[in-house]
């Protein structure tokens, strides 16, 4: 796991630590996880990439160092999520042609496969939706862009159509 620290925004008037996480093997995906958890994705933020084997999420996750500090208002920070080494991504529950689908991430998870370091990540969405990754080997990335200064998070889907592979 490596991390890089930087300070925030003056926009914010308040100190932002500006996290870069990576993720090498499960556990170290556990710890970014833990850090999306509850993020506010938007189905138009989800790009694959597949002739760079790549997939790029962009969201608006919560602030886990200022909910440990107990501050009282909450914050969310706009951060990319980014999977190398993507052989392809598939999709179930997730309307990938309704670009404007607000989804909420729960967790990601990795199951490796037979032959290491190959594998399977899972991402998994509070409205039943599922993004399946099969990787030639884990290598994730978590970071922090800044701040989000908009006044609220948008309002998440609860009942999605079948989604197709993207």
Request: net charge negative; glycine share 6%; aromatic share 4%.
């Amino acid at each position: 796991m490596s991390q890089n620290e930087t300070s925030g925004s003056k926009a914010s008037q308040r100190k932002v630590t500006q996290r870069k996480l990576a993720a090498l093997d499960e556990d170290d995906l556990a710890v970014i996880s833990a850090h999306v958890q509850d993020a506010a994705v938007v189905a138009a933020d989800i790009l694959w990439r597949p002739a760079e084997n790549r997939l790029v999420i962009g969201m608006r996750r919560p602030d886990c160092e200022q909910l440990l500090a107990g501050e009282c208002t909450p914050r969310r920070l706009i951060s990319a999520l980014r999977f190398d080494r993507v052989l392809s991504c598939q999709s179930r529950g997730i309307d990938t042609a309704a670009h404007d689908l607000a989804l909420s991430l729960i967790g990601l998870e990795f199951y490796p496969a037979r032959k290491s370091p190959a594998g399977q990540v899972v991402l998994l969405f509070a409205s039943g939706g599922v993004l399946r990754l099969d990787v030639e080997c884990l290598e994730c990335e978590l970071a922090d862009l800044g701040p989000d200064n908009s006044a609220a998070a948008p309002e998440m889907a609860h009942n999605l159509s079948a989604g197709t592979d993207i």
